[in-house]
């Protein structure tokens, strides 16, 4: 006989709270920003006043990164980043600017961008471009944009199809905004390592992008209506064809199996477990002796990353026991700091200074480490890493991919 | 996931166990509910302050000796004759650790931040402490604050020394850049405050402040709001004034306990442990009993297997037992738990007065090992508060419970 | 203000003394001072000590009492709509609704209706689905609902309002004094003896008329004259919840019985209430017990079922004054209204008045008739102006106030504007210092804190939480209690050791009621406290 305890954020989850504090030791946005009035004011106390009266809404609520820190370090399981943003949301009568707007439209403006990607990528290298986004748009100048892909990663996909079909055992792949317009490499990495082992990789029916940025936009409409054909797309394929679905980057995954309910109200308790990292999925079944990664010799010093929604997951476990699968490779993993990215909070100007300041430790610390990469699951550490330090990062499967024999 | 030992709870206990455990050559993984309860610890670990009677005691091993005959389900009492050993073990373990602490085989005193004298096993060498309290170490004392920093009291501190023939001169200050901190009316806490003090160029600063304030004080005491992240804070205060720093605990959050538990949780990754924060141990499977594996929130389907389990999941406070309104339970195994079953009887109507309710814990046999319906789970150990059978608070025994039940079941383990 | 500290042992003489510094003697003292009668009123603890401050914090439509005592009912809703316009800062109208249930009679609801309205309450039945737009929170299976001009009202800040309205029309206002003896000649009452705790000494003033208000103490006081007024003591018990889980006010649309309003107020709401005989010797022992616990949840759920899973802050326990009709020994005829003895006519005894009974609600109205008659008496003519006059704190509306007044940061501005008033203007946060938080649960600063040390007569923690809420949310103490004492020391205690033997009152206060509430949530944060307090402050309750 077991106690379940309850985690999904019932009304009266705020309630769990017994004023410990130690939340608002882990928070990095109050650590340096002392306009933000810390996970405790703004989430449980928060919420008594708000039930009070709906005029307690305080705006500073927007300076959360909705890093979960927070979460991960309460004793009492009190889902404080879930009360802070469902607050937002539901009492914030701030309009998403136009700046806002473009950040948070990852498909539509992936789409425009990747028809004409030399040319985009280019312009946004320009610092003149970038001071007139910071003039115009308010997007710091200081931030440099990752760059788009000369063609989507569903494109070339369309092209391995067919093969793709042929192995007995198959996989959906959720490849998120990065990999279909940034990155598709990363899309071919997963590709290749999951062949690898005999598992064949398909698309779902329609996939729209997670909608993180959405939700922390204010665009709550769009991102419902955006999870809701992504749900209907994995039920497909997860009861219908049997098929798991896997992602590579850690945001997605934690946006859908988590920030969909608890946020968005969508229902995915039937396919939520079916939803998870590649790394995970791997893990899996190499710990049951199903499959064996064929990996050479790899002599790198790497240093791991762990991004704050791994941090939430609890996934990091996987990843660095897949890392140190390859023979020799020296793996270092860094403290655990935020980055100070939050998607797209350090793209606007007035929350730049706040991240970097987040970042600061990490950053000195992986110039310290002198490693030849940076390893991370969330493509925007990724962003923030290469940005403000001097290392390369990439992700884990990539990592795995170029192992392999 | 496979490893020798599982250990649910990453506070204090479950921390000396895995690292006692690596040191042993075990592969460890400690699965933790958010932060532990050293998070507002005042840097001193008691091992037995009072007997139940409320009287002082002085030589510990003595007192323990009177408390064992007293109390015969005492968790030390199940230590038996490795009781001093262990002692032994943890004073050494600090040493291994690299972490200076004050101890001996008689109690010595701490500073509490409302000026009060109270009786300690072991306390972290910044702390201001006293070895008699007969005899203070300093006739005349500096004691600083942060102006409008609540959580912290030089006037109580104050009187409390001059009840002890120490002059106390108090001082307050500010900067500007602690200034912008308080634009926040909830966050000028220690550990804010610290994230400013920190950087050298505005520690320099404050202590020119100090500097220009004092005069022929022994001693210069402050709030523990120096430190999370600058090692070498207090050292650099010492050697530009050249007179020792000493720290007394603020009200929660405490740097000193957050120091502490960052210390022991790298320490325990660096020997090879695998720490997971931010976690709930859901199920366990038992067969033969004990324990195959246990699943947690996080892993979902994956399950952690080891050989042996070790139960560090502290009181109430960190949900290692939970009180209903008809019984108190533990969460993990459900394992047996002793406790009143007449509600009324949880408490003293006057809070100060000795509390049963914070006597109610996880039986166990002689070995530590934890029952269901009175027969022995073969590989699991309870350590800390979770146990039954002490009050923490009113023996000041809580350090000491669960340093030693930790190091003691580390030893079973190897030995198995 | 501080305490008067001057050592005189007898004093000016006054028009009229009033005993008890419950909302009653704050009324009557407001309508004296606004009389014209030099007015001093006594308390033995602090305002708001007794029955004023035990009870369910409800804004009566009085359609409660329309079916079986319209008397009452009447004079409920009078009174309820002054108390919106001179009250304003102190009241939420909320409004309220009577459910029926599957097993309550839906006859009752029609003679409820008309009962209530017969006696001037508006009331409206409303459609089951309606209500429960109204109020989600409500039972969903109501077969009926009935709305009222039901509302909360904040009864610590209702009190203190009186009283200083009392102050700024030149009465004088002594708390921690006790009365502990009437002073006599002949056939009249001339004056009362004291005992000041703070001071501690004993102290006599002499006054035309005394006036008992001293709620069910009253019994006693009226000894010292050697009268007899038998009260039968009536002890409720009712439970805290975390937070505002109505915003209406739920009833049960049947005869009056236990347990069955759930009222909500600032950021909690509470259900109450049970009502047993108490013996007299009792009336300063309350303690809520474990079946009583049971009943108040129980009955609590069928109002609004997520009671069930809502987390209880604390429990408490007040005492009705209710005072016998008749001589009748056994209390059979309780009377439930007010009741004013004129001890001249009653006993022969000349200079003495009761005024007692009644309800929170029906204050403004006992006071009017207890000054009324001390107009009498002393041949004064001047109206009561109770009734239009705006009480400190009410002059503004909150709107306006909100606007206007710009004390620290957004949402702390706006507690202390729900607390205060336009008082709150006076709560100085110009410097960043005064804008911290003392009590983060309900948002109160350390410019509040010290307003109210300043002006407010707080003499220890537990006063001071009455007027600022400090320690009243769900922490219960646990980090602001020493905050506030660390405030305390400086400017009210001077002095270390008094000021930690406040800060272990305090503490045993809120345990008294966390305690018949004491498991999950509660016990956790119990545990947390004692380790902060004892563990690392070593505070204990051993007095040197």
């Known amino acids: 006989?077991?106690?379940?305890?309850?985690?999904?954020?019932?009304?009266?989850?705020?309630?769990?709270?017994?004023?410990?504090?130690?939340?608002?030791?882990?928070?990095?946005?109050?650590?340096?920003?002392?306009?933000?009035?810390?996970?405790?004011?703004?989430?449980?106390?928060?919420?008594?006043?708000?039930?009070?009266?709906?005029?307690?809404?305080?705006?500073?609520?927007?300076?959360?990164?909705?890093?979960?820190?927070?979460?991960?370090?309460?004793?009492?399981?009190?889902?404080?980043?879930?009360?802070?943003?469902?607050?937002?949301?539901?009492?914030?009568?701030?309009?998403?600017?136009?700046?806002?707007?473009?950040?948070?439209?990852?498909?539509?403006?992936?789409?425009?961008?990747?028809?004409?990607?030399?040319?985009?990528?280019?312009?946004?290298?320009?610092?003149?471009?970038?001071?007139?986004?910071?003039?115009?748009?308010?997007?710091?100048?200081?931030?440099?944009?990752?760059?788009?892909?000369?063609?989507?990663?569903?494109?070339?996909?369309?092209?391995?199809?067919?093969?793709?079909?042929?192995?007995?055992?198959?996989?959906?792949?959720?490849?998120?905004?990065?990999?279909?317009?940034?990155?598709?490499?990363?899309?071919?990495?997963?590709?290749?390592?999951?062949?690898?082992?005999?598992?064949?990789?398909?698309?779902?029916?329609?996939?729209?992008?997670?909608?993180?940025?959405?939700?922390?936009?204010?665009?709550?409409?769009?991102?419902?209506?955006?999870?809701?054909?992504?749900?209907?797309?994995?039920?497909?394929?997860?009861?219908?064809?049997?098929?798991?679905?896997?992602?590579?980057s850690s945001t997605c995954t934690f946006t859908i199996r988590d920030e969909y309910p608890h946020l968005l109200g969508i229902d995915n308790s039937d396919v939520k477990e079916d939803v998870e990292l590649a790394t995970r999925y791997l893990y899996r079944l190499i710990s049951q002796d199903k499959i064996k990664l064929n990996l050479a010799e790899k002599k790198i010093k790497v240093a791991y990353h762990i991004p704050c929604h791994m941090e939430k997951l609890g996934w990091s476990y996987y990843t660095i026991e897949l890392l140190k699968l390859i023979p020799n490779i020296e793996l270092i993993v860094l403290d655990d700091h935020c980055c100070g990215i939050a998607g797209t909070y350090g793209f606007k100007k007035e929350n730049y200074e706040t991240s970097q300041a987040i970042g600061e430790d990490l950053f000195k610390q992986i110039e310290e480490s002198k490693v030849d990469y940076v390893v991370s699951d969330c493509e925007t550490c990724k962003w923030q890493i290469e940005m403000s330090t001097t290392a390369k990062c990439e992700h884990p499967i990539s990592i795995l991919a170029q192992a392999l024999r | 996931m496979k490893f020798d030992t599982a250990i649910i709870g990453g506070g204090l206990s479950g921390l000396i166990c895995g690292i006692q455990l690596q040191k042993k050559g075990k592969k460890c993984a400690i699965v933790s509910t958010g932060q532990s309860a050293l998070h507002f610890s005042s840097g001193a670990f008691d091992l037995l302050s009072y007997l139940p009677d409320g009287s002082e005691v002085e030589n510990i091993q003595e007192g323990v000796k009177k408390l064992i005959e007293q109390n015969p389900n005492h968790p030390y009492a199940k230590l038996g004759e490795a009781l001093p050993n262990l002692i032994n073990s943890a004073t050494q373990l600090f040493e291994e650790l690299n972490i200076s602490f004050v101890h001996g085989e008689s109690n010595h005193y701490k500073i509490t931040p409302l000026g009060e004298i109270k009786p300690t096993w072991a306390s972290l060498d910044r702390l201001a402490t006293i070895q008699e309290k007969q005899q203070f170490p300093w006739k005349k004392v500096a004691l600083f604050n942060l102006d409008g920093y609540l959580d912290f009291y030089p006037k109580f501190i104050k009187q409390g020394l001059k009840d002890h023939q120490v002059e106390v001169n108090t001082f307050g200050f500010s900067l500007p850049e602690l200034d912008r901190l308080r634009r926040n009316p909830t966050e000028l806490r220690a550990t804010n405050i610290s994230n400013v003090l920190d950087k050298e160029s505005i520690l320099n600063k404050f202590i020119a402040i100090l500097k220009s304030k004092i005069s022929n004080e022994e001693v210069i005491l402050l709030p523990a709001f120096l430190g999370l992240k600058n090692d070498n804070a207090f050292k650099t205060i010492e050697e530009q004034i050249g007179k020792p720093v000493k720290v007394i605990p603020t009200l929660p959050p405490s740097i000193i306990g957050i120091k502490l538990q960052q210390y022991l949780q790298e320490e325990f990754i660096s020997l090879g442990g695998v720490y997971m924060l931010g976690d709930n141990v859901l199920e366990a499977d038992l067969e033969n009993n004990s324990v195959q594996r246990i699943y947690t929130y996080n892993h979902g389907d994956i399950p952690i297997q080891a050989k042996h389990f070790v139960l560090a999941t502290g009181s109430y406070f960190s949900q290692g037992l939970i009180a209903t309104q008809k019984e108190v339970i533990e969460p993990v195994f459900n394992l047996d738990v002793t406790f009143d079953s007449d509600r009324t009887k949880w408490y003293n109507k006057d809070v100060f007065e000795t509390q049963p309710y914070l006597a109610f814990g996880v039986k166990t046999n002689k070995e530590l090992q934890g029952l269901i319906n009175n027969q022995p789970l073969n590989n699991l150990y309870i350590v800390g508060a979770v146990l039954e059978s002490f009050n923490p608070i009113k023996e000041g025994s809580g350090g000491g419970v669960s340093i030693l039940t930790a190091l003691a079941v580390a030893d079973k383990i190897a030995k198995n | 203000m501080k305490q008067n500290n001057s050592s005189h042992k007898s004093n000016d003489s006054y028009d009229v003394i009033i005993i008890g510094g419950g909302v009653t003697g704050a009324g009557t003292a407001r309508d004296c001072a606004r009389r014209g009668f030099k007015t001093l009123l006594l308390e033995r603890q602090d305002i708001a000590t007794g029955a004023t401050g035990r009870n369910h914090g409800l804004l009566h439509s009085g359609a409660r009492y329309a079916v079986n005592d319209s008397e009452s009912a009447k004079e409920c809703i009078v009174e309820n709509f002054i108390l919106r316009k001179i009250a304003s800062h102190c009241v939420e109208e909320t409004d309220g609704l009577f459910l029926s249930l599957p097993e309550d009679d839906l006859a009752f609801q029609k003679k409820f209706i008309e009962a209530c309205q017969s006696a001037g309450i508006p009331a409206e039945e409303i459609d089951p689905k309606q209500a429960l737009l109204m109020e989600p929170s409500a039972n969903p299976n109501m077969i009926g609902a009935v709305k009222v001009p039901d509302g909360a009202v904040d009864p610590f800040r209702l009190t203190a309002s009186n009283i200083m309205d009392a102050k700024e029309n030149g009465a004088t206002v002594l708390t921690y004094h006790e009365v502990v003896g009437l002073h006599r000649e002949k056939n009249r009452i001339i004056g009362v003896k004291a005992y000041d705790h703070i001071n501690k000494e004993e102290k006599s003033y002499y006054g035309s008329i005394v006036i008992n208000a001293g709620g069910i103490w009253g019994q006693h006081i009226s000894e010292y004259a050697d009268l007899k007024i038998k009260m039968f003591p009536a002890k409720g018990s009712l439970l805290i919840f975390g937070h505002r889980v109505n915003n209406i006010v739920l009833n049960r649309c049947r005869k009056p019985s236990n347990a069955d309003i759930l009222v909500p107020g600032d950021t909690i709401c509470l259900i109450g209430t049970t009502s047993d005989r108490v013996p007299y010797d009792q009336i300063d022992n309350m303690e809520v017990t474990p079946d009583e616990v049971d009943l108040l949840m129980r009955e609590g759920e069928k109002l609004a079922p997520s009671l069930a899973h809502t987390r209880i802050l604390r429990a408490y326990a007040g005492v009705r004054p209710l005072v016998a009709s008749d001589d009748d020994p056994t209390g059979r005829n309780v009377s439930r209204g007010i009741v004013l003895l004129d001890h001249a006519v009653r006993d022969g005894l000349e200079g003495f008045i009761t005024i007692t009974g009644g309800k929170l609600m029906t204050y403004r109205l006992m006071a009017e008739w207890a000054t009324d008659l001390v107009c009498k008496k002393l041949n004064q003519t001047k109206k009561c102006d109770t009734a239009e006059v705006p009480l400190p704190g009410s002059r503004h509306s909150k709107e306006e106030l909100i606007n206007s007044i710009h004390t620290g940061a957004k949402t702390i501005a706006q507690g202390a504007i729900y607390r205060h008033g336009e008082m709150a203007s006076k709560i100085d946060t110009t410097e960043a210092v005064k804008s911290s938080l003392v009590c983060e649960c309900e948002g109160v600063s350390v410019g509040e804190v010290e307003y109210a040390i300043e002006e407010l007569d707080v003499n220890n923690l537990v006063d001071l939480r009455r007027r600022t809420r400090v320690g009243m949310g769900t922490c219960q103490g646990e980090l602001c209690a020493c905050r506030a004492a660390g405030i305390m020391e400086g400017k009210v205690k001077n002095c270390s050791t008094r000021a930690k033997e406040d800060l272990a009152n305090f503490l045993n206060e809120r345990w008294k009621g966390v305690y018949p509430t004491g498991w999950g949530e509660s016990l956790r944060g119990s545990e947390y406290s004692a380790w902060v307090y004892e563990g690392v402050c070593g505070l204990t309750n051993k007095k040197d």
């Open chain 1, 1 to 248: 006989m077991k106690k379940k305890i309850d985690h999904n954020i019932s009304n009266n989850n705020f309630e769990q709270c017994i004023k410990c504090t130690i939340c608002t030791i882990y928070c990095p946005v109050a650590a340096v920003n002392p306009n933000y009035p810390g996970p405790k004011q703004a989430g449980p106390d928060g919420e008594r006043l708000r039930l009070k009266k709906s005029d307690f809404y305080d705006d500073a609520l927007k300076y959360c990164t909705n890093c979960k820190r927070c979460e991960v370090s309460c004793p009492s399981n009190v889902k404080i980043g879930d009360i802070i943003q469902s607050a937002r949301i539901k009492h914030s009568k701030q309009k998403p600017k136009l700046r806002d707007i473009l950040l948070a439209n990852t498909d539509f403006v992936g789409s425009m961008n990747t028809v004409l990607a030399p040319v985009v990528n280019t312009v946004l290298g320009w610092d003149v471009t970038k001071l007139a986004l910071d003039k115009t748009l308010q997007i710091d100048r200081h931030r440099t944009f990752p760059k788009y892909s000369f063609g989507t990663f569903e494109q070339w996909y369309k092209r391995q199809a067919q093969k793709q079909s042929e192995y007995k055992n198959q996989v959906s792949y959720f490849h998120g905004c990065y990999v279909n317009y940034n990155n598709p490499q990363l899309g071919k990495d997963l590709v290749k390592v999951f062949n690898s082992v005999g598992i064949g990789v398909q698309l779902l029916d329609k996939e729209k992008c997670c909608g993180v940025a959405l939700i922390s936009n204010g665009l709550i409409n769009q991102a419902r209506k955006q999870g809701n054909v992504n749900i209907a797309s994995i039920r497909k394929s997860v009861i219908e064809n049997k098929r798991p679905v896997v992602a590579t």
